[in-house]
């Protein structure tokens, strides 16, 4: 009765590969936009002059005067409003529609986009990368989800590398987009180019009718907009709801924190994306520096593509192919990181491009295979309610402590030691500690616990939210399920 009153309930546009294919147009756009601003076309350079030949100071970096410092921070300012937002659009998908959810972030990130071609100097660019940030936070922590929930079982890490796998295509697509747009028009065009893109998507979210994710229901929305304005009329009320909203989060945090599968996966993570953040920023820097190429950005982003979208999918499929289990997922992301850390390092020390460019191209594609496994670790080691505030912190995790102060403290390196070679190699060393965290989750106890909350779920919830609320209800009680 219960699957059947769920089909009876999902909207008419809606098909699991249909899902898919959205939600990877829009993952596939913001990642094209931090590719974008790492491109050499976006970026730009400063003014330098070597034997009496200068060249001409360039893009965002040039047109603002930025060091190598203040530069790195323009790939990471973002991060600061995806850190604050993304636990906040975590919870509230507890109480409000996930999929309404995500077209308020994406209204946002629309904006803050137009606004950095806009910007006029450091801190106006800056302020606008934030609020990118703070946009892109509700579809990172409530979209996987809805993929684990509709994949077909025996796909599921299939599903979730295909999804993933727009990460390292975005990035590639960006750089090769910022070179032709930043190069043939201004760097400002490119980012009103991408607010153009994402338009769609912006309209999509708010006028189709939303999907319910597992773990979570929520009813018509014209149900929630009454319940809202009928509990606006007491301030009382509303403090109640917001410390009960604070209670939930804490309980659902401390939940998380003593789960040492979830840890140790997200640990891991943190280190591997520490390199991969450097990476994708300074890499078509550092190659051009270190191997000349004038077409850095077409050459890694060429590359990147390719192995970023091979790899990625791959990871997925390979661990559905062993069986796709959590104990599986953690072979997988030992094996690969540690190979692919030892063929990039290996890259690095080459001084033939064309090697260089083989070699790492080959760790690039066991490197990305991870995405899929790590995601799956994710979603599968916590119970279906708590999978968005997983995700969400994760993402708060690997950024903060990863790509955050990866690219500006490879900055401070190269200013201190002028060599891109051995700043890239100290960089890739750094695959090293993260294969061997994921090579511990090996051995740690592991249960699969997507399927903890089924058919229960619904009334458990009523029941636990009726307790909670039998003290201020002046009504109809607001449940999880009356909620949109």
């Known amino acids: 009765m219960a699957n059947q009153h769920q089909e009876s309930k999902r909207p008419s546009w809606f098909t699991p590969k249909r899902l898919l294919v959205i939600f990877c147009v829009i993952n596939l756009i913001n990642y094209v936009d931090r590719g974008a601003i790492a491109s050499n076309g976006v970026n730009g350079n400063l003014e330098t002059c070597n ?101 077909p079982p025996p796909q599921k890490t299939a599903w979730l590398s295909i999804f993933y796998m727009c990460i390292p295509s975005g990035y590639a ?25 994402m338009l769609p998507f912006v309209i999509l979210g708010f006028v189709v009718k939303p999907l319910q994710m597992r773990g979570f229901k929520h009813d018509e929305s014209k149900v929630a907009v009454s319940q809202v304005r009928g509990s606006g009329a007491s301030e009382i009320k509303v403090a109640t709801k917001i410390k009960k909203h604070l209670s939930r989060f804490m309980k659902d945090m401390k939940e998380l924190l003593v789960d040492k599968v979830y840890i140790v ?3 891991g993570y943190v280190a591997y994306t520490f390199v991969i953040g450097a990476y994708s920023y300074w890499g078509p820097k550092a190659g051009y520096n270190i191997y000349h190429m004038n077409n850095a950005d077409m050459m890694f982003g060429g590359v990147t593509i390719v192995c970023g979208v091979l790899g990625t999918v791959a990871g997925g499929f390979v661990l559905d192919y062993m069986s796709n289990t959590i104990s599986n997922a953690f072979k997988l ?56 505030l997983s995700m ?26 002028k060599n891109w070679r051995s700043t890239a190699l100290i960089l890739t060393s750094i695959f ?49 399920s009356t909620l949109v």
């Open 51 to 151: 034997n009496g030949k200068c060249t001409p100071a360039t893009g965002i970096q040039g047109d603002f005067k930025l060091n190598n410092f203040k530069d790195g921070w323009l790939s990471s300012a973002f991060m600061v409003g995806l850190l604050v937002s993304s636990p906040i659009f975590a919870s509230l998908a507890k109480s409000v529609n996930p999929f309404r959810l995500i077209g308020v972030g994406l209204s946002v990130w629309t904006l803050a986009v137009t606004g950095c071609g806009f910007s006029f100097n450091f801190w106006s660019i800056i302020i606008c990368r934030m609020l990118v940030g703070v946009g892109e936070a509700s579809f990172i922590s409530l979209a996987a989800p809805f993929i684990d929930d509709n994949a």
């Open 173 to 197: 697509l960006g750089y090769v987009y910022g070179g032709l747009v930043g190069t043939r028009l201004s760097w400002r065009a490119a980012f009103w180019g991408e607010a153009i893109l």
């Open 265 to 267: 996966n997200v640990l």
């Open 333 to 388: 992301l030992a094996t690969t990181t540690f190979i692919g850390a030892i063929l990039c390092f290996g890259a690095f020390c080459l001084k033939n491009t064309y090697g260089f460019l083989a070699l790492f191209a080959v760790g690039q594609l066991l490197v990305f295979a991870i995405q899929g496994p790590v995601n799956y670790v994710c979603l599968h080691c916590v119970k279906p309610s708590l999978r968005p």
């Open 392 to 417: 969400a912190i994760s993402t708060v995790a690997i950024h903060i402590f990863g790509d955050v102060p990866s690219s500006p403290l490879v900055g401070v390196l190269q200013d201190h030691i």
């Open 432 to 480: 090293v500690p993260a294969a061997a965290i994921w090579f511990i989750g090996i051995f740690l106890y592991s249960v699969d616990r997507y399927s903890e909350e089924s058919e229960n779920q619904i009334s458990t919830t009523q029941v636990e939210e009726k307790k909670t609320e039998s003290t201020d209800s002046v009504a109809e009680p607001v449940t999880y």
